[in-house]
């Protein structure tokens, strides 16, 4: 019975997630546009609305030209074409923003930037299904300090596919020009070979210290909040900002929407940065996002994604106890219960996972990120160590997430390798 639910799943993810029939053309990866620094972006209903955004070296900027076929670096033969929506001026860059709307779910777009130089390479992208499909994303975050591991955790990104990339803040140490730069030049490893954009859902962290680092870098509103649905009422995403008041103007935002767009919805998902509960004494209790717990548990949140710590840690199923050590309690079997998972190590240094509480599965102090399955019957996380990438497989997209060759996970103790969230 196991093997065929196992197959089942199997036959609908091969049937989303096998590529589009991509035309090799030996062109198809130069660029003779000035421009560089792409990055796909979904903050909004991302069945049909993506944000792309770039920075122009010189010149007018690019128009965007783009459609459901490839015409690879022709950019005249594609049926539609959007100019910027937004220019930002920021650290040296001027990006330009362009959001692409009314797009069709579970669908491929090819791509091209012309401009008064010549024309990019082709890039293209899949918009996420409106109807409850299996997906996979990652998510992880503290790519601040070294690069080698940064451009490792990345290109693990790209090898693995998944849908998005949930990426819980403090992309750059200090929150300036040259930072951001490489930040950007670095996710270009995300991209594939024949030019497969993945989305990122970015969040803000500590130290993007300047509010508009976010809006500026990846076109996000200015508060950096924002909620999505993937696979229709399959899962909702919840992008918190925890470098603003919890409660306030985002507080109030946020419980409307769960009244307004969470019932129903089979998984319920929230990423932000500063954990309630760090598991390292170098970090102090995260009083702001605690203030999340309780609408957390009323709503029944499945999984909260948080970063900061630079270590990595799995909770039991939780839910928050003023009486209780670290203010939860462990609730296993309680649908309302929520697994918190973290804490932020993609390329940040290193602080010991010194700091335990009864509710914790496991600690551990890695680089490393969430690799995650979601489907109608449950949540599947796999924590995946960063490390030996150059000899790491590619991840067979008709088994998206079967392990590619060389892949190290991390096994906690008194945990499984893979954490199995049903659905409740
Ligand atoms: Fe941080």
């Not at 009864?358 to 399955?373: E, H, K, M, Q, Y």
């Amino acid at each position: 019975m196991r093997m065929m639910k196992a197959i089942a799943v199997k036959m609908i993810l091969v049937a989303f997630l096998v590529g589009p029939g991509v035309a090799q053309s030996a062109d198809r990866n130069a660029n003779t546009s000035k421009t560089e620094k792409y990055r796909l972006v979904w903050f909004e209903d991302p069945a049909t609305t993506a944000t792309f955004v770039w920075n122009q070296l010189g010149g007018e900027p690019a128009v965007l030209h783009y459609g459901p076929r490839n015409f690879d670096r022709k950019a005249s033969e594609y049926p539609w074409k959007k100019k910027a929506d937004r220019v930002v001026e920021f650290d040296g860059m001027t990006n330009c923003m362009v959001t692409l709307r009314d797009l069709e779910p579970d669908s491929w777009y090819f791509m091209v930037l012309s401009d008064d130089f010549g024309v990019s390479r082709r890039f293209y992208f899949r918009t996420a299904p409106d109807k409850p499909e299996p997906f996979t994303f990652i998510a992880g975050g503290d790519s601040r300090n070294f690069r080698d591991v940064r451009q490792d955790a990345n290109t693990m990104c790209r090898k693995l596919q998944p849908l998005f990339v949930a990426f819980t803040g403090d992309m750059i140490n200090h929150d300036n020009a040259i930072e951001w730069g490489e930040w950007l030049d670095d996710w270009q490893l995300t991209i594939s070979e024949n030019g497969r954009l993945l989305p990122i859902v970015p969040h803000r962290g500590n130290h993007e210290a300047r509010a508009a680092s976010i809006p500026s870098h990846f076109g996000m509103p200015d508060d950096s909040y924002a909620a999505f649905n993937v696979g229709g009422d399959l899962f909702r995403y919840y992008i918190l900002n925890s470098q603003i008041p919890a409660d306030g103007s985002q507080g109030d935002w946020f419980k409307s929407d769960l009244v307004e767009n969470a019932k129903g919805v089979t998984h319920l998902v929230a990423g932000y940065h500063k954990p309630m509960r760090p598991h390292t004494s170098g970090k102090s209790l995260g009083q702001n996002s605690y203030k999340w717990a309780e609408l957390f548990y009323a709503a029944g949140f499945d999984l909260v994604l948080e970063s900061d710590s630079h270590v990595m840690k799995r909770t039991l199923p939780v839910k928050p106890d003023a009486d209780s050590p670290g203010g939860f309690k462990a609730a296993i079997g309680d649908p309302n219960a929520t697994i918190y998972v973290g804490e932020g190590c993609w390329g940040a240094p290193l602080r010991r996972a010194d700091v335990n509480y009864p509710w914790t599965v496991d600690r551990a102090s890695f680089n490393g990120f969430d690799w995650i399955l979601v489907t109608p019957k449950a949540i599947f996380d796999k924590t995946v160590k960063v490390e030996k990438v150059s000899s790491l497989g590619e991840v067979d997209l008709k088994d998206p997430f079967k392990d590619p060759e060389g892949l190290a996970l991390w096994k906690p103790e008194g945990g499984d390798e893979v954490l199995e969230i049903p659905a409740d």
